[in-house]
């Protein structure tokens, strides 16, 4: 997984074996950890100063698309 900040939001990617995995089960781990990101930010919200900088966060991975999860 790679989450990168994009304005106000994280936008990510996930890489997973479909060996392995099958998509729907991947995609449920998303929406559950999505969820998850969501509770613990109402609980901390983060001013601008929390905030890493575009290059402090930019993080390099695979350039494959994957669907956003929402």
């Given amino acids: 997984m790679v989450l990168s900040p994009a304005g106000d ?3 990510g ?10 998509a729907a ?3 449920a781990w998303l929406r559950d950890y999505v ?3 969501r ?3 109402e609980e901390f919200p ?3 100063t929390d905030r890493p ?4 966060g930019a993080r390099t991975g695979s350039t494959s698309a994957t669907p956003a999860i929402s």
């Fill in 53 to 56: 900088s575009a290059e402090e």
């Fill in 13 to 22: 990617a996930v890489e997973y074996s479909a060996d392995l995995w099958d």
């Fill in 46 to 48: 983060a001013d601008e």
């Fill in 9 to 11: 939001v994280l936008e």
């Fill in 39 to 41: 509770e613990g930010a």
């Fill in 35 to 37: 969820q998850l990101l």
């Fill in 25 to 27: 089960t991947v995609e």
